[in-house]
């Protein structure tokens, strides 16, 4: 094998296109190799292997082969090398297999990069096998977080996000692992580019939202981390929680005095989208409005007693004062607090306008 690999690569491009068309005569047209019976723990329902795919990225990215020379070599290795035996698998094909029919990370409110009806179906298909294997599943998916692929044009971790998203309650193992997947939101937020979105992070917290109550009390353990960018992730995966408020309010009341201030302004940001247990919420969210030195976590926590409404009327002495302070931003979010604030009916909406920095 390795003479063949070594006589490939040095081999000029022409030359190689002429070997791959008169000796390997299972070779396509389009250049994928039919292979339908190369072996039985291959499948290729889909069209293009995902396998095939992970050979033929190693063999371009890591040992610079031609082009035309990959089909050839693919269905040499292929038949010379079946996939990992200890994967649990579903018709005939391993977990990571099926991670690879997945184009891009979608959730209930992202996806990333182009979804056709093709790719949609496939990952479908790729759903359908993850449930069908279940918990079997999870180390494998974890595994592949924690130490990606071979090749280096493949990501795995979107893919296994996805997938543990699919598992829902199955993956609970699987809840210290994804919220290590929260740290990225740190870097994001500290963008000026809003679009610097973090889709890793948001997978992760959707991840942990669909595996349910069995993540609250994980995420309230990270509010304590040593690492701030944890602290930071496990503050914004909260919001996505609202049903668990009775331990989350009181736990995000203390991240309020966090030393770092971008966990206090996301804990301030998730206190206003969660809305619920005004009597801490709100005497907390003053107190880091009149005492904060950084004017983003003051801003949030306007935003967070403008969404409790009228149920935030103590708020309103401290609330004038920074209406008629020097600060113009901070002075024109205090008087859109207050204006809600004053309204005697609490369903009314709130402003669609957050503090800057969002």
Not at 25 to 54: K, Q
Not at 182 to 192: E, F, T, V
Not at 195 to 202: E, L, Y
Request: charged content about 25%; overall charge positive; hydrophobic content about 40%.
């Amino acid at each position: 094998m390795a003479a063949i690999l070594r006589c490939l690569a040095a081999c000029p491009k022409g030359r190689v296109a002429n070997a791959e068309s008169r000796s390997f005569r299972c070779i396509r047209p389009g250049g994928m190799p039919r292979l339908p019976s190369l072996h039985p723990r291959i499948s290729f329902a889909h069209g293009d292997s995902p396998r095939i795919l992970e050979v033929r990225s190693m063999l371009i990215n890591q040992m610079s082969l031609p082009r035309a020379a990959v089909p050839a070599v693919a269905a040499i290795l292929l038949c010379l090398r079946p996939a990992k035996a200890d994967e649990p698998r579903y018709q005939g094909r391993s977990v990571s297999s099926w991670l690879l029919d997945v184009e891009f990370c979608h959730t209930s409110t992202i996806a990333v990069n182009v979804d056709t009806a093709a790719s949609e179906r496939r990952r479908n298909y790729a759903a359908e096998a993850i449930r069908a294997i279940g918990k079997q599943a999870v180390p494998i998916l974890v595994e592949r977080i924690k130490k990606g692929s071979d090749a280096p044009d493949i990501d795995y971790v979107p893919r296994a996000t996805w997938a543990l998203h699919v598992l829902g309650s199955d993956a609970q193992s699987a809840i210290p692992d994804l919220i290590q997947l929260l740290k990225p939101a740190y870097k994001a937020a500290s963008q000026s580019d809003p679009s610097k979105t973090d889709h890793t992070s948001i997978c992760a917290a959707e991840a942990l939202q669909q595996i349910g109550e069995d993540s609250v009390p994980g995420l309230i353990k990270a509010l304590s981390a040593k690492d701030e960018e944890i602290r930071f992730g496990a503050a914004g995966a909260l919001e996505y929680f609202g049903d668990d408020a009775a331990d989350i309010v009181p736990a995000l009341v203390d991240s309020l005095k966090d030393s770092d201030w971008m966990v206090r302004w996301r804990s301030s940001r998730t206190l206003g989208s969660l809305g619920q247990m005004p009597e801490i919420a709100v005497p907390a969210s003053v107190e880091r409005l009149r005492t904060d030195s950084n004017g983003s976590v003051k801003s949030y926590a306007i935003f967070a007693l403008q969404k409790f409404g009228p149920r935030a009327a103590l708020a309103i002495p401290e609330l004038k004062k920074s209406a008629a302070g020097s600060d113009l931003c901070i002075a024109t979010y205090a008087r859109e607090a207050l204006e809600k604030i004053r309204q005697r009916d609490a369903t009314q909406p709130t402003s669609t306008g957050r503090p800057a920095g969002q």
